[in-house]
């Protein structure tokens, strides 16, 4: 066969060398099938927008199985033989929508929804396990999303258990439509879909099924074989020189050293390399899959005494990657990736070498050789294949135990594994062999050799030879440094903390001294579950009737459109921005020509090129102070900054073109990028100063002054869709559809760049697939790109940033740093505070955020005696930009710190100094301290949590009580436009607020029918438009949702004043008549209105928020678990409580992954972000959230200041999550206690607070390690 054959969705595909070798699956779909319900975001296996359900035989078991894939990692050529489905055949508005679909929108588990199609696909591949809460649970750890905290996606996916909780059962049975078919378990989805084909639908067929698929692509072919002397065959005739083997494809995306040559050899058919079989060893097929492997390894645990060690394996094996990638990478592939690259962390390696396992190779001629897996690693594999591994048995005297520190619950490479296998005598616990492996040490260090040596014939259950051995471990283990990963020092402890914990776990319980018991054991996380508590008036309804979101059905089925939904165009292209190695210089030659040389390269594009200014930002604009370039020429501000563009039929292709096109540069200078505040501020031109708070007056009762510095780093805000624009040439100007929270900075920037006029830039935005304020100005570098293309081709060009140039080129959050002197009295009282505020602004001062940063550094304090300055430096990084609480958070997070230092100074309660230098005016705080504090029963969990710390050497808990104020001020314009049919009476409403996710389109269409008192189901919101909502103001802040009711309100009494004559000459009209009857009567219908900050009915308000927050800490590893989080939020009479609820616990997970994961690490002497990748820059996935997530909404809230008596919501929530700073602060000062550390001394921790910060906070000395 010359071409290889599937089908989508029951529709037969054919594809042959007429399209590119390299296309994923997840390009095919959606470029050439056009079926846009299948996203994509990381290309990596992790985010999970792009999983789809594959339908085929499985080699190992020989069925036809139905499996999740991560379609951004398939390659459309190896598809041949599957039944694919996509969201689209799982329900749409044609079909009627699936169960999954009905109720994850229903239960509010989807904001922006960009993530959720990938949610229902990998459940739909899980609905016929009938699997248990904890399973599903434990099932998602291949999906993120950024936007609604997971649990409202929890509680969807729980619903679907077997044993689903009976309330979670009773919300399905609430839920109109859907309460049959919870009783009816099987009626999950009547949909056609790949889950109903049964071997008789299987239509592939051809004359000899084993036949090699040969496709040429002119230098390049692919190959798809079914046997293994196919493969030597092909060896023959096309040499060994080129070739890469493909099974499940997936090495690409963890080691990117792997390219794909001129000749792909597709092996995922040859069932010899997936079949296992028992001789005296377990001889697992070499190319058998993760997943299958760990159904095996479970099964065989179950049954066979020997191989019982193969249980721990099992539970390893589950925290590799996730299940779509286990589904289809395999074993080979693993361990060929640590040959390939001898540093790489494979989990499998370390698990099979602790067992002695043995690999066994074929080379030409039938030539076979077994080794030992450290001897693989050295053997040349040119022109070989991995036939299989072997596992030996262990008998009932062998210990053997695995770990893996993550730095996050799933889905994310080992910061160290090891794996322990102890052959012990039992009557004499003397040890006969041990073997002890690690991972993540160095490319060279497999074994702890001298470890293993010392240990034989030792009883490893005393203290000294425990110490023995912990103290070899100290000399051999010499960890490598990698900038990227926390430092060797912090490696070897975290290693040496797990062999600790691996005898603590063995230890017989007579020796053991009763505090270190907890210390062997993992911190397991229970079933999570959530409460939310709030109050609604039916006498309101639709206006505080917490409705389904709007789009939320839509969303789950694939069919909400977004930029990149746009069905593929005649004759368009795709662009890719070439990035900068460089941090200074200037450009000096692009090789165009050797782009252009590759076939179905376009165009490429340097700063010569651009008609207008060569620039995205608009000086004047709001937040905009000087132009920054869309492509740089001379004079290089950061590593990564785009200097060309690629333009290519395919977004692969120019992906893959921009990153290999060769630039060179001239006056670069040696010197090293400034990257830090630090060193920004030792340079005055960097530096430039902003607003300033003066004290009152002064206390005289100083009785301690205490000092400090509080930093905090950029944050990515990892929406899940990337930037993107397409711009389509339309008559004489442009359709811009862009990413952007701010269609007038787009419009107005693309008409400068192009130089053309505004009004032939029409910017159109039917939703963002998340924003939170990375959209407001960032996106418009990708809108003038893709314009640059659409102008000069005269054709349209879709322009869709990878995530690694999203991440380095787009802003992020800015760095704060804080340094503080306060005096204080004997309770804490402040009695003068001088703090310093320096904000890292990147290269440019756009966007900068030095007044939302001292404002809100008051927080709930007496700021009487506060004397606060701040600063903006610059930096050789990209220019910062607006994230969820731009400054705000900082400035909360910062003072917060401060009262915590102040707490350990004058040794006190951190709540009662709170209270002691609050405001004591129009401060809500105490009395929701107090009602938070009885429902979350705090006294008597703190009471538990002091006797837990008193009995437990290595773990520690604490309880937080954490408070924030967030001042909310209107700020610019929105326009609302409100058109009424007069055919039926519908109504149409169209905004210049954005929606991203935070629901501000739903709460419009409450407003809307409530002012107009109609049924919501008369109002459809409609795309936003920049010639209806000239001028506005980005989406953002927090007061899009208000503002924009506000101009409904306004448009619908204009409307209301209009009709109110009609109405009085007609009896008791419905409205339906009544507009006939204006229509008929030529009434205006529609009306406008913009909405300024300068209403004198709008005034500025605070928003309060109490949280109450438990955690947990493994000391040994640094590992901790949230326990528990109570929010109580002042949300005012909210237009929507459920959502509202949503933007809390969204926000909160995204400040609590803030505060502990996320890291940007760059490289210090070029600049470049080391951290640019999905599994690098890591964002909180579901089981990392709170395990019991509780929010209560205040009750009788009723803000007169705000809109409809509601408070603004989408910021607050991650303002909240500092709590988890002081409670980790607090586990780890009750560990340093333990160790002989003064409980009053102040300790210096670095944020985030990953388990290398808590590692070297804890700082435990190895002397400690003992068992009795
Ligand atoms: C998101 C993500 C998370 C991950 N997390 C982890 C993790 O936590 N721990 C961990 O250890 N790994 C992890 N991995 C790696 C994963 O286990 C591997 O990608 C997977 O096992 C590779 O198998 P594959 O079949 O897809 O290999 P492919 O990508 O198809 O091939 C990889 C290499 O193996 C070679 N190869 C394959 N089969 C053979 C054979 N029979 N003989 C000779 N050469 C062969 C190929 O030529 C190629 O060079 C992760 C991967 C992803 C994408
Ligand atoms: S997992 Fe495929 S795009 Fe993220
Ligand atoms: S709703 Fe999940 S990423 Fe937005």
């Known amino acids: ?355 002695g396992a043995t690999v066994t190779i074929r080379g030409a001629g039938n030539f076979l050789v077994s080794m030992s897996l450290p001897d693989f690693l050295k053997y040349d594999m040119r022109g070989k294949l991995i036939l299989n591994f072997e596992l030996p048995p262990q008998g009932p005297n062998h210990i053997i135990r695995s770990y893996k520190v993550m730095p996050r619950s799933q889905n994310a490479l080992a910061i160290v594994n090891a794996a322990f296998n102890i052959k012990i005598n039992p009557s004499t616990s003397v040890i006969e062999k041990a073997t002890i492996v690690y991972g993540n040490i160095s490319a060279a260090f497999i074994h702890a050799t001298q470890t293993e040596k010392y240990l034989k014939g030792k009883n490893v259950f005393s203290n000294n030879v425990l110490q023995g051995a912990i103290s070899r471990l100290n000399t051999e283990l010499v960890p490598v440094d990698d900038p990227a990963e926390p430092t060797p020092a912090i490696r070897k402890k975290m290693a040496i903390g797990l062999f600790y914990k691996f005898i603590l776990s063995i230890a017989p319980i007579s020796i053991l001294k009763p505090i270190y018991q907890s210390g062997g054991t993992p911190l397991t996380r229970p079933l999570s579950s959530g409460k939310q508590d709030f109050q609604t008036d039916s006498s309101l309804y639709p206006l505080n009737q917490p409705v389904q979101k709007l789009e939320a059905i839509i969303q789950s089925s694939g069919e909400a459109r977004y930029v990149n939904d746009i069905p593929p165009l005649p004759k368009e292209v795709f662009g890719a921005f070439v990035l900068s190695t460089v941090h200074n210089g200037d450009v000096d030659v692009v090789d165009v020509e050797g782009a252009l040389d590759i076939p179905d390269v376009i165009a490429v594009y340097t700063a010569k090129d651009i008609p207008g200014v060569n620039s995205f930002t608009f000086p004047g604009f709001q937040l905009q102070k000087e132009d920054e370039e869309v492509l740089a020429d001379t004079n290089i501000k950061y590593y990564g900054q785009p200097v060309a563009i690629v333009v290519a039929t395919s977004e692969e292709l120019a992906t893959s073109v921009a990153r290999k096109v060769k630039v060179t540069y001239k006056n670069v200078t040696n010197v090293a990028p400034v990257l830090t505040i630090n060193k920004a501020k030792l340079d005055k031109k960097r530096v430039i100063s902003g607003d300033t708070m003066e004290p009152k007056g002064r206390g005289t009762n100083v009785r301690k002054v205490i000092k400090g510095v509080f930093e905090v780093g950029a944050q990515y805000h990892y929406y899940l869709e990337p930037l993107s624009c397409v711009t389509i040439p339309v008559d004489n100007g442009f359709e811009v559809h862009d990413v952007t929270q701010w269609m007038d900075l787009t419009q107005g920037a693309v008409s400068r760049f192009l130089n053309i006029s505004e009004s032939d830039v029409h910017v159109k935005v039917r939703r963002l697939g998340g924003g939170f304020g990375g959209k407001i100005s960032r996106n418009v570098q990708v809108a003038c790109a893709s314009a640059l293309v659409a102008k000069t081709l005269d054709r349209p060009c879709r322009f869709i940033l990878p995530l690694d140039t999203n991440l380095t080129i787009a802003g992020r959050r800015l760095p704060c740093q804080c340094e503080y002197e306060v005096g204080v009295d004997n309770d804490g009282k402040i009695q003068y505070l001088n703090a310093s505020l320096t904000e890292d602004d990147g290269f440019s001062h756009n966007e900068n955020v030095l007044s939302y940063v001292v404002s809100s550094f008051a927080n709930c304090y007496n700021t009487d005696y506060f004397s606060v300055k701040s600063f903006a430096v610059t930096t050789d990084l990209p220019s910062n930009t607006f994230a969820r609480a731009p400054g705000t958070l900082e400035g909360i997070a910062s003072i917060e710190n401060i009262m915590e230092h102040i707490a350990v100074a004058v040794n006190k309660d951190p709540t009662d100094v709170r209270l002691a230098n609050m405001v004591k005016e129009e401060n809500d705080l105490p009395t929701l301290i ?119 309100i306004k448009a619908c009494n204009t409307l209301k004043e209009r009709l109110k004559p009609i109405k009085d000459q007609m009896i008791n009209p419905t409205w339906e008549e009544l507009i006939k009857k204006a229509g008929d009567e030529l009434i205006d219908l529609t009306a406008t209105y913009m909405m300024t900050d300068k209403e004198p009915e709008l005034q500025g308000y605070n928003v309060f928020a109490v949280t109450i927050l438990e955690v947990e800490l493994d000391v040994l590893t640094g590992k901790f678990q949230i326990s528990r989080a109570d929010i109580l939020e002042d949300v005012g009479l909210s237009a929507n409580p459920k959502i509202d609820v949503g933007q809390v616990e969204g926000a909160y997970v995204q400040g609590l992954s803030y505060f502990t994961s996320e890291k940007l690490i760059f490289d210090k002497t070029t600049g470049q972000l080391l951290t640019s990748d999905a599994l690098s820059y890591e964002v909180y996935l579901a089981k990392d959230i709170p395990v019991d997530f509780r929010v209560n909404l205040r009750y009788n809230s009723n803000n007169p200041k705000g809109v409809l008596g509601s408070k603004a919501v989408g910021e607050m929530g991650i303002c909240s999550s500092h709590g988890i700073i002081y409670a980790l602060r607090q586990c780890i000062r009750e560990s340093r206690i333990d160790s002989g550390y003064d409980a009053n001394q102040w300790f210096d921790m670095d944020l985030p607070l990953t388990t290398e910060s808590i590692l070297k906070a804890l700082n435990v000395k190895n002397f400690e390690f003992i068992l009795y």
């Open 1 to 355: 066969m010359t071409c290889v054959e599937f089908t989508v969705n029951g529709q037969k595909c054919t594809v042959n060398n007429l399209l590119h070798r390299d296309t994923s699956l997840s390009a095919y779909i959606r470029y050439f099938l056009g079926l846009p319900g299948t996203k994509a975001m990381c290309r990596q296996g992790v985010c999970g927008a792009c999983i789809v359900n594959v339908s085929a035989r499985r080699h190992t078991t020989g069925e036809i199985e139905t499996f999740s894939v991560n379609s951004c990692l398939v390659l459309v050529f190896s598809c041949h033989g599957w039944d694919i489905t996509t969201v689209e055949a799982i329900g749409s508005r044609g079909l009627g929508y699936s169960e999954f679909q009905k109720r994850i929108a229903a239960f509010h588990g989807t904001q922006c929804g960009f993530c959720t199609p990938g949610w229902v696909m990998q459940m739909q591949s899980l609905l016929p396990k009938n699997l248990m809460m904890i399973e599903l649970e434990n099932s998602f750890g291949s999906n993120t999303c950024r936007c609604t905290g997971y649990r409202s996606i929890f509680d969807t996916i729980k619903s679907f258990a077997v044993d689903a909780s009976p309330e979670l059962c009773q919300q399905v049975d609430d839920i109109e439509e859907l309460a049959t078919c919870i009783k009816d378990r099987t009626r999950i989805c009547n949909r056609k879909c790949s889950e109903t084909n049964s071997e008789d639908d299987w239509t592939v067929l051809s004359a000899d099924p084993e036949a090699v698929i040969t496709v040429h692509f002119g230098d390049k072919i692919f190959f798809k074989v079914f046997r293994e002397d196919q493969i030597f065959q092909l060896f023959n005739s096309y040499g060994v020189d080129n070739y890469l083997f493909i099974d499940g494809n997936t090495g690409r995306a963890v080691v990117h050293e792997i390219e794909y040559p001129a000749v792909v050899i597709d092996i995922s058919a040859v069932s010899s390399l997936k079949q296992y079989h028992f001789d005296q060893n377990l001889v697992l097929g070499a190319n058998i899959s993760l997943e299958e492997c760990l159904e095996i390894f479970k099964k065989t645990a179950a049954t066979m005494d020997d191989f019982k060690y193969l249980e721990e394996f099992a539970k390893h094996l589950d925290l590799v990657a996730q299940i779509p990638v286990r589904n289809i990478g395999s074993l080979a592939g693993n361990l060929m990736l640590k040959h390939i690259k001898p540093s790489y962390r494979s989990d499998v390696f370390v698990l099979f070498e602790a067992v």
């Open 930 to 1048: 107090n009602t938070l504090k009885a429902s979350a029963e705090y006294e008597r969990r703190s009471q538990e949590i002091k006797l837990f710390n008193k009995n437990n050497r290595w773990r520690k808990k604490s309880i937080q009580i954490s408070v924030m104020l967030f001042p909310v001020i209107y700020y610019g314009n929105y326009t609302a436009m409100v058109s009424i049919y007069r055919g039926d009476g519908s109504v149409t409403v169209t905004t210049g607020g954005i929606e991203m996710g935070q629901g501000v389109n739903t709460k419009a269409a409450q407003v809307c029918a409530y002012e107009l008192g109609i049924p919501l189901e008369k109002v459809t919101i409609i795309p936003n438009y920049s010639f209806v909502a000239a001028n506005n103001i980005f989406s953002g802040s927090s007061i899009v949702s208000e503002s924009v009711c506000f101009s409904i």
